[in-house]
Structures are given as structure tokens and as C-alpha cells.
């Protein structure tokens, strides 16, 4: 089944503890990226990748950090979460240009 | 820059009622243009897609068509149901290859 996977789904932490949020695909797809979703404010952008090594910043990346090592793995880093972190987060990938996305089904992170 | 408007939710509606969500976008060219759909606990899915003026997206008995001289891709659905009862986002994928989003219409259907 194609699908996109993330891990943990859930996950309480302390604030300035390093997580890593994983997420990996088995469409062979070339474009990956991260979201965050807020109450009011929709979908926005952390990272996206266009390929293995290849990866940018989106409309929010402060406080994150990614990788792009292998096609099907993207993970998302918190190197210090601070509260405003706190949010429900996704992973999508699409196979390429004008493509739409696949999401996984989230990660909801609380940093307290 | 590029930006996807679409109304304001909640939207309350009783099982069978027609179902319209509006849905504007700003975009040079001739942007792609999705609805997804986010039911509770779950990521977005793929609902409906056009690729270019006039085209009408359709799938599970929801229909778009890409206007462009009114810039919109509304979604309609004529008869809903209360499983369609969801979170539901429009959005664009841009010539730079950028897929943006709309904040999403919660929709809630009462049996």
C-alpha cells in the first residue's frame, strides 16, 4: 500500500529536549516536505526536499532542522523544542511537478 | 505572492443539504488546483483535482471546476452525508512548483 509513514504519533516532551520525528515514503517519490498545522492559521511550510541531499527552507523553519540522506527518509529535527513548537505536524510527498501531495497522518508534538 | 482564500467555518449543514465551499485563488499562469480533505485523526487526502481552465474535478460526489476568469474552484456536492463531515482545504501547486494552501473550512453535517 502507498502510504507515508511518521513516528512517533504522539509525543510529550520538555522543553530543550532533542527529538527527531521520522518520517519515510514507498512511493520512490522526489519531493518531500514537513508541516505544521495551527488553529487559525492552516498548513504552513517547515522544509521541503526535491531529492536525496537537495533540501530548503519553507515558510517557517526556524527551530527545525532535516536531512535528505536516502529517497524515502525525511526526518524532521527539534535540536532545543521550545513551547511554541507545540503542534500537529505532517510529512507529504508527491512524485514530482504539479503532483499532489500524500500525507502521512501526523505527529502531534506537546513541548512543555 | 501567490495565495488561496476560501471561506470561513465552521459550516453547519443537515444530512442531504446541497454543500458549497467557496474557494479563490491569487496566481500568475495557470496554477494546478486540489481540494483535500482532513477527517479527525487523520493527514490530508487528495479529494478532487483540475489542471486547467475549465477542467471539473470530481470524486465520492464532490465537484470543483477551475474558473479562471473568476480565478475559483468552489466545491459542491449535492446531497451530503454525515460521514462527509471533515476538514476541507483548497489549494494551488504555483509555477515555482510551490503548493499553497488555503486555512481549511471545517464542515460539520447533522443528521
Known amino acids: 500500500e502507498a502510504q507515508v509513514t511518521q513516528n512517533p504519533r504522539y509525543l510529550i516532551t520538555v522543553t530543550g529536549k532533542k527529538l527527531t520525528v521520522t518520517c519515510s515514503q514507498n512511493?520512490?517519490?522526489?519531493?518531500m516536505s514537513w508541516y505544521r498545522q495551527d488553529p487559525g492559521l492552516g498548513l504552513r511550510q517547515i522544509y521541503y526536499s526535491m531529492n536525496v541531499e537537495v533540501t530548503d527552507k519553507g515558510d517557517v523553519p526556524e527551530g527545525y532542522k532535516v536531512s535528505r540522506k536516502e529517497k524515502r527518509n525525511f526526518p524532521l529535527i527539534l535540536e532545543s523544542p521550545s513551547p511554541n513548537q507545540t503542534s500537529l505536524y505532517f510529512c507529504?510527498?508527491?512524485?514530482?511537478?504539479?503532483?499532489?501531495?500524500?500525507f502521512g497522518d501526523g505527529t502531534r508534538l506537546s513541548i512543555l | 505572492g501567490d495565495s488561496v482564500t476560501q471561506m470561513e467555518g465552521p459550516v453547519t449543514l443537515s444530512e442531504e443539504a446541497f454543500l458549497t465551499i467557496n474557494c479563490t485563488y491569487t496566481a500568475t499562469g495557470y496554477p494546478s488546483l486540489f481540494w483535500y480533505v482532513q477527517y479527525p485523526g487523520e493527514g490530508l487526502q487528495l479529494l478532487l483535482k483540475?489542471?486547467?481552465?475549465?477542467d471539473k474535478g470530481s470524486n465520492k460526489g464532490f465537484e470543483a471546476t477551475y474558473r479562471k476568469e473568476t480565478t475559483s474552484f468552489h466545491l459542491e456536492k449535492g446531497s451530503v452525508q454525515v460521514s462527509d463531515s471533515a476538514v476541507y482545504f483548497c489549494a494551488l501547486g504555483n509555477r515555482d512548483d510551490k503548493i499553497i494552501f488555503g486555512k481549511g473550512t471545517r464542515l460539520h453535517i447533522l443528521p
Open positions: 507529504a510527498s508527491r512524485g514530482g511537478r504539479g503532483q499532489p501531495q500524500h
Open positions: 512511493m520512490n517519490h522526489e519531493y
Open positions: 483540475a489542471t486547467k481552465a475549465d
